[in-house]
Nanobody, 127 residues
Framework: QVKLVESGGGLVQAGGFLRLSCAFS????????MGWFRQAPGKEREFVAG????????RYSDSVTGRFTILRDNAKNTVALQMDDLKPEDAAVYYC????????????????????WGRGTQVTVSS
């Protein structure tokens, strides 16, 4: 079965940066579209960024476009989220999701599209 482990969260000042990483194991990584989501206290889990399996397509939420970058390394079975110019409203627990697909260009932005999740990593942004 798929196992996802996030890392890289922490406390950063507004305007700073963090790089989150998600390690994938248990299945063939290149068969899975990947996504980053976040959940702040009292709010629903929301889509942040997604990346397709092999065609390199990416998609971002409006709130992070231009500041965040999602990258995957199919040789290392990892997906990263580079977060620049962080804002206090970016503070949340960030989760990595994996969705099996045969469509090399597909990106999934609904939480219900993902069957596999990590436990999350906390990101705190001080103003």
């Amino acid at each position: 079965q798929v196992k996802l482990v996030e890392s890289g969260g922490g406390l950063v000042q507004a305007g700073g940066f963090l790089r989150l990483s998600c390690a994938f194991s248990g299945r063939t990584f290149s068969d899975y579209a990947m996504g980053w989501f976040r959940q702040a206290p009292g709010k629903e889990r929301e889509f942040v960024a997604g990346i397709s399996t092999t065609r390199g397509r990416t998609r971002y939420s409006d709130s992070v476009t231009g500041r965040f970058t999602i990258l995957r390394d199919n040789a290392k079975n990892t997906v990263a989220l580079q977060m620049d110019d962080l804002k206090p409203e970016d503070a949340a627990v960030y989760y990595c999701g994996a969705r099996a697909t045969s469509d090399g260009g597909a990106i999934y932005y609904r939480t219900t599209s993902y069957a596999n999740w990590g436990r999350g990593t906390q990101v705190t942004v001080s103003s």
